[in-house]
């Protein structure tokens, strides 16, 4: 079954906002561009670039997806309007499955055979709070919930519309990066 991978995206000089009691901006900017780069490469090296799509609140981010060799579209709204605009993106595109993968990810290789794999599947965060990855058949019409708590909300909404999820407990996608804290995950990173 194809998959279409979804990477939503905030423009890098708007983008982890919670970083800034660690980081400035110029150093959350860049860590947030490393990372995402990291997560699109991972994207397209197991679908195909031609099956990565970053939905973006920006033409800044969507002109650097293609310089990544990859499609981008502007969406208007928040990360529940990026994943429905994925979602009807893969429907069109005629992909069985939608992929959506945070751009945040610290290791993004570990997403490698969760895009491989056919089936409904939920990845949390590593506190069991958020979702790092999500993957539903293009045909449901899938209730996006993200924010805090959105890993038992997105499991409630699939057992609602009858899709049976996966839950994958994976360190390798559990872990990214939105609070301070988890800069103790990425040594590399410069604090400005």
């Not at 997560?39 to 197991?46: D, E, F, G, P, T």
């Not at 650097?64 to 990026?82: E, I, N, T």
């Not at 429907?91 to 055979?113: I, M, N, Q, S």
């Amino acid at each position: 079954m194809a998959t279409l991978v979804v990477v939503p995206l905030k423009r890098f000089d708007r983008a982890k906002a919670r970083l800034s009691p660690a980081l400035d901006a110029a150093a959350r900017a860049d860590l947030a561009e490393r990372l995402a780069s990291g997560v699109v490469a991972a994207a397209a090296s197991a679908a195909g670039a031609g099956r990565v799509l970053v939905v973006a609140d920006d033409d800044s981010v969507v002109r650097w997806a293609a310089s990544k060799g990859v499609r981008g579209v502007v969406v208007d709204g928040d990360l529940d309007a990026a994943a429905a605009a994925g979602l009807d993106d893969a429907r069109a595109a005629g992909a069985g499955r939608v992929l959506v993968a945070h751009g945040d990810l610290v290791h993004p290789e570990a997403l490698l055979p969760l895009i491989e794999a056919d089936d409904a599947l939920i990845a949390p965060d590593r506190h069991l709070d958020g979702t790092n990855v999500l993957a539903v058949p293009s045909a449901a019409r899938f209730p996006f919930a993200y924010g805090p708590g959105s890993f038992q909300r997105h499991v409630g909404a699939a057992e609602r519309i009858g899709i049976r999820l996966r839950v994958v407990l994976d360190s390798g996608v559990a872990v990214d990066v939105d609070t301070p804290d988890d800069l103790q995950l990425r040594p590399e990173v410069d604090r400005g």
